[in-house]
């Protein structure tokens, strides 16, 4: 690929050439993409059918490139021509500083192919100003399967967005959860609970490993432990600068990066706006602004406190929890082995992976999380990774069945082995609760 120089003029062939590199299976067979992550394909397969917009949106670098090109691989495979497939990185300078889609459309339509079934597959699409409208006239069309994917949630919630509004279907692709990681691993993953029981202690020792490391696809495939938090760190700087600071225009930085590696080192505990905002002498309307630019961005999530009144909801004390371990641990400073949140951590973010929208509850004793269910019951959920399990963490949960007498659907406490069904409180170990899902344990599927 040649270097960019404003100062040229770039021909259609240039713009070829630069889409052919990102092409390469109009001239040879594609390459092995890697590891399947089945849950997002198979998604990603059936949306497509649909003639509706697929988007694909979460964190830098938690796998929704090589997605595409799974997808890619999926339909050439089954037998669609490969040159009706146009993948564009958006994130390319040397096209979203000079050329429009419709620019790059209409050279591909030229001069690799013209004909009928045509899927646009554009990466990272926030980078070109504007997609919104552009989008939408190729959806009127009905003429082409589009797929698009992002960094940001902003990329469906900005006034532009109202635009495609009903008519794409969203996939948030996470970062690996612990049954991908074990299949990045090599480790087989148990098929019923006698193999888990036997396996726990290997299962326990990845499990931190897990906890240690997150789950960035490339950043499992490495053996460098060094290399490992030099790739986190890169990414975390990137979605700072290209996904918050270069969005929003950031005028004090530094006031963004000691608010967010602070609210890394303090995942799952309460905090207030006006406490940090005096913390980081700044004021109350800054720190709201950055810590939605950073949730916009997918690197934290704001919990909030429980209540049917949205007005306590907003106004209560909240948490905050990190969309990647290992991305807390390689960017916030760590006094000592921090095992509990780490877990807290992880089990916020199966909740998430389940579809379920979590809170927290702070009364005499705390709730770590609090789940609606569908039938309007809940779910109360207390995280201690232990086997010793204090009196508060039963107490809690007591506390909450007690208030919310009739509406209490379960109890868990999750721990580090302990595997048990007490008192109307199921006791189960993280590595279980992670491999057999949050969704299938709280809807009691599963013994």
Known sequence: MMDYNPCFSMTDTTITDILTEYNPWWVKAQENTGIVREKYLSKIIKYARTGEITVLNGVRRSGKTTLLHQTIEYMTAHGKNPRSILFVNCDDPHLHSRYSLEDILEAYRREIYGGEGITLVFDEIQSIDGWQRQIKAWYDLKKYTIIISGSTSSLLTSDLASLISGRYLKITVYPLDFAEYLMFKGVNIPKDRLEMRAARFELIENLRNYMNEGGFPAVVSMRDEELKKEFINGYYNTIIYRDIERIHEIRNPKVLHDLIEYLLANTALPFSYGKIAKML??????????????????????????????KVQNTGPKKIYAIDGGLRNAVSFRFSEDAGRLAENLVYLSLLWSGFEPYFRKNKNEVDFVVKHGDYTLSAINVCYSDDIPEREKKGLTEFDADFAGKVNRKVIITKDLEKEEEGILYIPLYRWLLDGAGTILNGNNP
């Open 281 to 310: 002498d700044s004021d109350v309307s800054t720190v709201k602004d950055y810590i939605e630019y950073a949730q916009e961005a997918y690197l934290i999530c704001e919990l909030r406190s429980f209540s049917y009144s949205l």
